[in-house]
T-cell receptor, first 106, second 116 residues
Framework: GQQVMQIPQYQHVQEGEDFTTYCNSS?????IQWYKQRPGGHPVFLIQ?????EVKKQKRLTFQFGEAKKNSSLHITATQTTDVGTYFC??????FGKGTMLLVSP | KAGVTQTPRYLIKTRGQQVTLSCSPI?????VSWYQQTPGQGLQFLFE???????NKGNFPGRFSGRQFSNSRSEMNVSTLELGDSALYLC???????????????FGDGTRLSIL
């Protein structure tokens, strides 16, 4: 079946450093969704990308969808302690990556 | 607008028992999906219901079942519980049929199930 792989599984950064997580699919994706789950919380929808090569920004977060629609990335500029959590990518309902856990030290 | 409500929040069972978890979606949402979340395994899709019909099913044994009612509320049942079923069970609702729509999913706080 369709699989979505996320790397890295875990990253620990100092506050102010940048962070990037990557999402790769074995097949072409119709869309890609990104979610954030804070420790002890539930996943919260961040954004959806649909078009090939699409780039969307939310303040310090930049989301990209690859030209072939098989990969995506989330880049956080100048991380803050509020960015702590696990970031998941997925295709609608069925397929989520295992997530990237981000820890930010002050 | 009330969010997705899951009950109970915590549950302790023993091996061999069965359990039923409940999910009330956001008003107006007709699609409900269930996920199992364990450390290191991410979100594993269980099944999705839309208009009282199961539309998609993940790779879980038949001990895991679900249903959706006419008011879109959904229940998930796990029979003959095993130690490995200990997990956070999350329910998510969306406007359209999640598997083939572009609608974002709205998650509940989950039910933490512990098997002794």
């Amino acid at each position: 079946g369709q699989q979505v792989m996320q790397i890295p599984q875990y990253q620990h950064v100092q506050e102010g450093e940048d962070f990037t997580t990557y999402c790769n699919s074995s097949t072409t994706l119709s869309n890609i969704q990104w979610y954030k789950q804070r420790p002890g919380g539930h996943p919260v929808f961040l954004i959806q990308l649909v078009k090939s090569g699409e780039v969307k920004k939310q303040k310090r977060l930049t989301f990209q969808f690859g030209e072939a629609k098989k990969n995506s990335s989330l880049h956080i500029t100048a991380t803050q302690t509020t960015d702590v959590g696990t970031y998941f990518c997925g295709r609608s309902t069925l397929t989520f990556g295992k997530g990237t856990m981000l820890l930010v030290s002050p | 607008k009330a969010g997705v409500t899951q009950t109970p929040r915590y549950l302790i069972k023993t091996r061999g028992q069965q359990v039923t978890l409940s999910c009330s979606p956001i008003s107006g949402h007709r699609s409900v999906s269930w996920y199992q979340q364990t450390p290191g395994q991410g979100l594993q899709f269980l099944f999705e219901y839309f208009s009282e019909t199961q539309r998609n099913k993940g790779n879980f044994p038949g001990r895991f079942s679900g249903r959706q009612f006419s008011n879109s509320r959904s229940e998930m049942n796990v029979s003959t519980l095993e130690l490995g079923d200990s997990a956070l069970y999350l329910c998510a609702s969306s406007l359209g049929q999640g598997g083939s729509s572009n609608q974002p999913q709205h998650f509940g706080d989950g039910t933490r199930l512990s098997i002794l």
